[in-house]
């Protein structure tokens, strides 16, 4: 199977420092890629990096065979248009319905006066709706985005995302504001309407235990550079721990200890082992 997106060498510093030293990564169609690690690790660098909104300082980014870093103007929002973005604090418009809301996904995909002046082909606030239907918010169409719970709003989020009709979806920190119940709500819709689709996510978590549960790859960031990268049954708790060295309550709640091999390294064969 064709890469979607192919990460090569990707460099970022933000003045003398080096938030991202070198990352090597392929991502397919239908993965659903969680990237984990400590606070300060690079996971927003890199999720940022993909889509533009952080000019990296070196490397190359492929998403559709085209590289992102050299791309501007109306390719890069033609690229754009096709990676669906997930929010930790959302990103609606709160004085706006929800249903309006969700129709910005497609905003990408029109012309200036049609977007100007909101002028949504019918077969849009249809799949909007059937969208909103699916994630259980058929009757919260009409209120005001703000007058949703947190759970809710980053569900329009994912149908506003998904409305673009996007090949790759990132989300960044999706469920970091969320309770518990509500944050499995919402990881369990992420993955469930990205893998009908068939759509690639990446993911990032600072909850161990979620990542394990949803990820059907883990990717482990530590000072920006890649320490784990395999299948979520190969990411020991010692694994675990060896990233979040010194900063271990941020993994999140805490699970019953899964013991690795003591010393031994298991990595998914076919995944580079870091
Ligand atoms: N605009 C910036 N200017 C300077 N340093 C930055 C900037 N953005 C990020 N950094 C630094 O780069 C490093 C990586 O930051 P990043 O936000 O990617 O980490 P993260 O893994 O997403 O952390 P968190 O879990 O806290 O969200 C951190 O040390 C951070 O302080
Ligand atoms: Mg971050």
């Known amino acids: ?9 990707l460099r970022k510093s933000y003045g003398p420092f080096e938030a991202l030293k070198g990352i090597d990564l392929d991502f397919y169609p ?9 606070s300060g690790a690079g996971k927003s660098t890199l999720i940022r990096c993909v889509n533009r909104m952080i000019d990296p300082s070196g490397g190359e980014i492929l998403f559709n065979g085209m590289h992102m870093e050299s791309l501007g103007g109306t390719q890069l929002r033609k690229q754009r248009s096709q990676i669906g973005m997930i ?13 309006k809301n969700t129709l910005h996904g497609r905003l990408g ?7 100007l002046l909101g002028l949504y082909p019918d077969t849009d606030r249809e799949r909007a709706f059937n969208l ?18 947190g ?17 790759l979806l990132l989300a960044d920190e999706p469920i970091a504001s969320l309770d518990p119940k509500s944050a499995e709500i919402v990881m369990d819709q992420l993955k469930h309407l990205a893998e009908e689709r068939g759509i690639c ?16 790859r883990v990717i482990g960031v530590k000072q920006g550079i890649l320490v784990f990268d395999g299948r979520p049954e190969f990411f020991t708790e ?37």
């Open 151 to 167: 759970g809710q709003m980053q569900r329009v989020g994912i149908c506003r995302a998904l409305m673009q009709e996007p090949r």
């Open 109 to 115: 995909h029109m012309n200036f006066f049609q977007s």
């Open 30 to 38: 239908g993965e659903f890629a969680v990237v984990v690690g400590p």
């Open 201 to 216: 996510c990446i993911v990032n978590l600072h909850q161990v235990d979620f990542a394990r549960r949803y990820a059907s």
């Open 87 to 99: 929010f930790q604090h959302y990103n609606l418009i709160g004085r706006t319905n929800v249903i």
């Open 1 to 9: 199977m064709e890469a979607i997106l192919k990460i090569r060498g």
């Open 238 to 274: 010692d694994m675990a721990r060896n990233i979040y060295e010194g900063k271990e309550a941020q993994m999140g709640d805490k699970r019953p200890e899964i013991k690795g091999m003591p010393g031994e390294a298991v990595y998914e064969p076919g995944y580079a082992a870091v």
């Open 132 to 149: 909103l239907e699916e994630v259980g918010l058929a009757e919260q169409i009409y209120k005001r985005a703000d007058a949703l719970s």
